[in-house]
């Protein structure tokens, strides 16, 4: 009876052992949960609208390429969860319809955007040097100032203040330290008179960002951060 004893738990014993999941370093310097963070970051931005393919057509495809900078400053709920605020700017180019001819045209636009993000590898509880993440995120943009436009009939009107929502995915990479370096490829959405023209065809001006950016998460880790 004793060694049937022995060998059950023998047996339990090892079977538990096979069945957890080992835990990521206590005080692991990739684990940012209740930590603040802030990042800065630039890159080129397309906005895609009804006219812009009439840049390409007229061989002035790389004057529809805009620049982005943006300010970010965020905090993590948990080691997979944190919430980015962010502010950008971007001078905007956009075209009029091309009736008869071709009607290139600037304008600034303000974005503020809250970001819900997840740590994919986080969730997957290995706190680790490489972050990718997905992001969700609302907000509006604020359009002023465009440049001037000789066309027959149409002509911007400014400025707008749109309601907006946005999606991506981040590609992070940290050091012990805190800072960081990442890439953000994201897409933005914006109500039709974003860019100062009349609703005509799709309902929303869509934006595709790529940014490069440095980030810095401050404080250290503490605790293991449940998920």
Same mark, same amino acid.
């Given at each position: 009876?004793?060694?049937?004893?022995?060998?059950? &738990?023998?047996?339990?014993?090892?079977? *538990?052992?096979?069945?957890?999941?080992?835990?990521? $370093?206590?005080?692991?310097?990739?684990?940012?949960?209740?930590?603040?963070?802030?990042?800065?970051?630039?890159?080129?931005?397309?906005?895609?609208?009804?006219?812009?393919?009439?840049?390409? @057509?007229?061989?002035?495809?790389?004057?529809?390429?805009?620049?982005?900078?943006? *300010?970010?400053?965020?905090?993590?709920?948990?080691? %997979?969860?944190?919430?980015?605020?962010?502010?950008?700017?971007?001078?905007?180019?956009?075209?009029?319809? +091309?009736? @008869?001819?071709?009607?290139?045209?600037?304008?600034?636009?303000?974005?503020?955007?809250?970001?819900?993000?997840?740590?994919?590898?986080?969730? $997957?509880?290995?706190?680790?040097?490489?972050?990718?993440?997905?992001? *969700?995120?609302?907000?509006? %943009?604020?359009? #002023?100032? %465009?440049?001037?436009?000789?066309?027959p009939?149409?002509? +911007?009107? #400014?400025?707008?203040?749109?309601?907006?929502?946005?999606?991506?995915?981040?590609?992070?990479?940290?050091?012990?330290?805190?800072?960081?370096w990442?890439?953000?490829?994201?897409?933005?959405a914006?109500?039709?008179?974003?860019?100062?023209?009349?609703?005509?065809?799709? +309902?929303?001006?869509?934006?595709?960002?790529?940014?490069?950016?440095?980030?810095?998460?401050?404080?250290?880790? @503490?605790? &293991?951060? @449940?998920?």
């Amino acid at each position: 009876m004793r060694k049937i004893v022995t060998l059950f &738990v023998a047996l339990l014993l090892t079977t *538990l052992a096979f069945a957890t999941k080992p835990l990521p $370093a206590r005080y692991s310097p990739y684990q940012y949960g209740h930590r603040w963070y802030f990042s800065l970051q630039g890159g080129p931005a397309l906005l895609s609208t009804e006219h812009i393919d009439s840049y390409f @057509k007229n061989g002035r495809g790389w004057e529809a390429i805009s620049w982005q900078g943006a *300010l970010s400053f965020g905090y993590y709920f948990s080691d %997979a969860w944190d919430l980015r605020i962010s502010g950008s700017y971007t001078y905007s180019a956009d075209a009029c319809s +091309p009736y @008869k001819g071709f009607y290139p045209y600037h304008f600034h636009a303000a974005h503020l955007f809250a970001d819900m993000m997840l740590n994919l590898t986080a969730l $997957a509880e290995y706190n680790i040097a490489f972050n990718p993440k997905l992001y *969700l995120g609302v907000g509006g %943009a604020y359009t #002023f100032g %465009a440049t001037a436009v000789n066309h027959p009939y149409e002509v +911007p009107d #400014f400025p707008n203040l749109t309601p907006a929502f946005r999606l991506g995915s981040v590609f992070e990479f940290n050091a012990r330290s805190g800072w960081g370096w990442f890439l953000d490829l994201g897409a933005e959405a914006f109500t039709d008179w974003y860019n100062g023209l009349e609703p005509d065809g799709f +309902p929303l001006d869509l934006q595709f960002n790529v940014s490069f950016g440095l980030v810095y998460h401050f404080g250290n880790a @503490k605790t &293991v951060s @449940k998920y």
